[in-house]
């Protein structure tokens, strides 16, 4: 296994509101599933990660997935926000990728 560093972590509020509102008599109501207090939330955490493979950028991201997947539930997404690599004597040695991994909260 290659390097995979948790470089930093926030939370995140996302609210899966799952109602429609419309305009009656000039007011607005909610649809009959918030009435019937059928309205989910969701809270999810995310987390920055690093990982990296000698082989390419699509394995330094799998083999990040791969590790968080062993300590985190619920992952429904994840952003790359950087890719690099790591040379020498003139060759790619490493490719790195810096990761933002999305789970939802038990």
């Not at 955490?45 to 330094?60: D, H, K, Y």
């Not at 968080?68 to 994840?78: D, P, V």
């Amino acid at each position: 296994m290659h390097g995979v560093l948790v470089v930093g972590v926030k939370l995140a509020l996302r609210e899966h509101l799952e109602r429609r509102e419309y305009a009656v008599g000039g007011s607005v109501a909610p649809d009959r599933a918030c009435l019937l207090g059928e309205t989910r939330v969701a809270v999810a955490r995310v987390t920055e990660i690093r990982a990296s493979s000698p082989e390419g950028f699509r394995e330094a991201v799998e083999e990040g997935v791969e590790r968080a997947a062993r300590t985190l539930r619920n992952i429904t997404g994840l952003e790359v926000v950087k890719k690099r690599v790591k040379v020498e004597r003139g060759l790619i040695v490493e490719y790195r990728v810096d990761m933002k991994v999305v789970f939802v909260l038990d």
